[in-house]
């Protein structure tokens, strides 16, 4: 059976993210980063690894995220369907794969002198999996995490498969199909 585990720090920074509080914007061009992914939750047989290039050529603005804001008040269908909407800001690719396009990303300043960095995108999905409406169709976004120290290196994670939810409260609640997020190690800014 596979787990589903709610990520709450997840959730506070993500909601931190999408919140009406000013994050930094991007100066210059576009910024590549590259990790070493390491998946060992349950949904992966074994322990698989590989790299990633995540590469993100503008910031979303203030107003891109008060239209997912508004589209997540609607349910979690509305809001992906409005993110898949949201032009390219960016893309993910591993080896052998094509590339994958970030549909929104942000970035903090942390109190070290470093940063974070959120990027939300819609989860590829096959398919075998549109026909067939498994339990992991209902978790359609693939968020990451990336914390930056000010020499550009750090750490991060990735949650492939992720439901979006907005309570009653006004709390934003994601939750990971698998187990535990995918870990990004050796994260460094090359460009």
């Known amino acids: 059976m ?6 709450a720090s997840w959730a506070a920074a993500f909601a931190f993210a999408l919140s009406g509080v000013a994050i930094q914007a991007q100066n210059g061009g576009p910024e590549h980063f590259t990790a070493f ?10 322990s698989n690894t590989t790299t990633v ?18 589209a997540l008040d609607k349910g979690q269908e509305a809001l992906l369907s409005e993110l898949q909407k949201m032009p390219a800001v960016g893309y993910i690719t591993t ?8 549909h929104f990303a942000r970035q903090r300043p942390s109190p070290e002198g470093g ?3 959120y990027v939300m995108t819609d989860r590829r999905i096959g398919m075998w999996e549109a026909s067939n409406r498994p339990r992991s169709f ?10 930056i120290d000010k020499d550009g290196n750090g750490v991060g994670k990735a949650s492939i498969a992720t439901k979006i939810t907005k309570a009653v409260d006004g709390t934003i609640e994601l939750e990971n199909f698998s187990d535990q997020p995918v870990r990004l190690t050796q994260v460094k800014k090359v460009g």
């Open 2 to 7: 596979r787990g589903r585990v709610m990520l």
């Open 37 to 46: 992914a390491v998946d060992i939750s349950n949904t992966a047989p074994g």
């Open 53 to 70: 290039d995540i590469v993100i050529n503008r910031y979303s603005s203030d107003a891109d995220r008060d239209r997912l804001l508004a």
């Open 95 to 102: 080896p052998g794969s094509l590339r994958y396009d970030i």
């Open 115 to 117: 940063r974070n960095v």
């Open 138 to 147: 209902d978790y359609p976004f693939t968020l990451l995490q990336l914390q």
